[in-house]
């Protein structure tokens, strides 16, 4: 089985690339089931969990190609794939290939939008607590969907003559409900007006693309998304927009490690609750002019409290890294978890380095150790198997990191992009 060996203490200097979001590649590849015309992707990151969307969307019709001009023919370096579903020959995603990712349950939006019809399993996915998918169902049955549960599958029926526009209110901001009902409100008949839409950049990102293809869509960005159907979406050349969540994952890892690394394309309007708090704790951060630049000097940093919260506030995807950096802060720490109730998974785990760290419903309370100690852990989830790796960058000796698929999901290149920084990791088979 393959493992990530890490020898702790190196410091982190030079540049790193940082990939396109994963966030927004799957809700963008997704998008592209809402027309019969091509949609090309530029900077997708080449990630296990965009593999498997892929499978998904070519069950629904859709033929992917990696594409190696840009729009005037000149050759191009950034990663892209086009997209092109003129018919939609299946409107079912079948368990076997949506219960490794939830984000693929997403489908369903477009299908219904286009097909006016979607049978969808329900959602698997990191197992980060119950992940219901109400606010979905509650979203498409505003827009006019009959909605049923056959036998694990979400069967939804648009009215006839197709989904139709209305206003609706989340009661909780929900990443995944907005970027459904969104696409779905796209061809609807007649205006939808989302509120408490979720801000998070990916939705912005996935707004704007959709925008390209002809929807027409006002309040993006904000948590009042308004949206007038068309009666067809158009094809489009679209960036996806560089991953904050890697972006911030790296910055945590200077952070423990010291050294001075330039995060390239990171953008910091994108992640600046996170930075904040990195500043508070003594890293130094700067803005370049195509990139984050990050310097710290390895010594423990302060400790400084945080509560995750939906986009602007401190992202639920970096409280594990978050967590590993103040295991090693100089005093205690109290991190309060409010997206997700079951996000502590890698507290077991980060206990195996020596970290002290104890949980009280949604709070944990860490106190910073002087010295964290290699050991062998095990990923439970895609960001929590991240924070092992950053603890284990910082560590005194030998890491090792067991079930690293669950980093694949979401991290492309991670043991290139850390060795080409000093980073003494390797991936190996034991
Ligand atoms: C997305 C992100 C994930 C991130 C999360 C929160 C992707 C592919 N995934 O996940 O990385 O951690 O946003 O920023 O973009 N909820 C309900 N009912 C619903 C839907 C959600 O109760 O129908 C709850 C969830 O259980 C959770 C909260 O709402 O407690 C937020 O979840 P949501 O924003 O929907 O997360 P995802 O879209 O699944």
């Given at each position: 089985m393959e493992c990530i060996r890490l020898i702790g203490g190196n410091q982190l200097n030079g540049d790193l690339p940082i990939s396109g979001a994963k966030n927004a590649a799957l809700p963008l590849?997704?998008?592209?089931?809402?027309?019969?015309?091509?949609?090309?992707?530029?900077n997708v990151p080449?990630?296990?969990?965009?593999?498997?969307?892929?499978?998904?969307?070519?069950?629904?019709?859709?033929?992917?190609?990696?594409?190696?001009?840009?729009?005037?023919?000149?050759?191009?370096?950034?990663?892209?794939?086009?997209?092109?579903?003129?018919?939609?020959?299946?409107?079912c995603a079948p368990y076997d290939l949506v219960s490794a990712m939830r984000a693929s349950f997403w489908v369903i939006g477009p299908l219904l939008a286009r097909e006016h019809k979607a049978r969808v399993s329900l959602p698997g996915g990191c197992a980060i607590g119950t992940r219901?998918?109400?606010?979905?169902?509650?979203?498409?049955?505003?827009?006019?969907?009959?909605?049923?549960?056959?036998?694990?599958?979400?069967?939804a029926t648009a009215p006839k003559g197709g989904l139709v526009g209305s206003k609706l209110r989340f009661p909780k901001v929900?990443?995944?409900?907005?970027?459904?009902?969104?696409m779905a409100a796209t061809l609807a008949n007649g205006i939808t007006e989302i509120e408490n839409a979720a801000q998070e950049p990916e939705i912005g990102?996935?707004?704007?693309?959709?925008?390209?293809?002809g929807a027409k869509i006002s309040g993006i960005d904000t948590s009042h998304l308004v949206i007038e159907g068309v009666e067809k979406l158009g094809g489009a050349d679209f960036e996806v927009l560089p991953d904050r969540i890697e972006t911030g994952t790296f910055a945590m890892a200077v952070a423990m490690t010291g050294g001075n690394l330039l995060l390239k394309?990171?953008?910091?309007?994108?992640?600046?609750?996170?930075?904040n708090v990195l500043e508070l704790t003594g890293v130094n951060i700067s803005t370049e002019k195509n990139g984050i630049r990050i310097i710290a000097n390895g010594e423990r940093v302060r400790p400084v409290s945080v509560e995750t919260d939906p986009f602007p506030g401190f992202p639920t995807d970096l409280q594990a890294q978050y967590m590993a950096l103040m295991a090693r802060?100089?005093?205690?720490?109290?991190?309060?978890?409010?997206?997700?109730?079951?996000?502590?998974?890698?507290?077991?785990?980060?206990?195996?380095?020596?970290?002290?760290?104890?949980?009280?419903?949604?709070?944990?309370?860490?106190?910073?150790?002087?010295?964290?100690?290699?050991?062998?852990?095990?990923?439970?989830?895609?960001?929590?198997?991240?924070?092992?790796?950053?603890?284990?960058?910082?560590?005194k000796g030998e890491t090792f990191v067991n079930q690293i698929h669950h980093l694949d999901r979401g991290f492309e290149n991670l043991e290139e992009k850390l060795s080409n920084c000093g980073a003494d990791i390797s991936r190996v088979s034991l």
């Open positions: 590849m997704i998008a592209s089931l809402l027309t019969e015309k091509e949609l090309v992707l530029r080449d990630l296990a969990d965009v593999r498997q969307l892929q499978l998904i969307l070519k069950n629904h019709g859709a033929s992917i190609n990696p594409v190696s001009t840009d729009a005037n023919g000149e050759k191009v370096e950034s990663p892209s794939l086009s997209f092109n579903t003129p018919v939609i020959t299946d409107t219901p998918v109400d606010f979905y169902l509650d979203g498409l049955k505003a827009l006019g969907a009959n909605i049923e549960i056959d036998e694990g599958y979400i069967v929900s990443v995944g409900a907005t970027h459904v009902v969104m990102n996935v707004a704007r693309c959709l925008v390209a293809m394309n990171g953008r910091p309007e994108n992640l600046q609750a996170a930075l802060a100089d005093g205690t720490t109290k991190i309060r978890e409010t997206i997700f109730e079951n996000r502590f998974m890698h507290v077991a785990e980060l206990a195996r380095f020596g970290a002290d760290i104890s949980i009280e419903g949604q709070v944990a309370t860490i106190k910073g150790v002087k010295t964290l100690k290699g050991a062998q852990v095990m990923a439970t989830d895609l960001r929590a198997s991240v924070s092992l790796v950053i603890a284990g960058l910082a560590a």
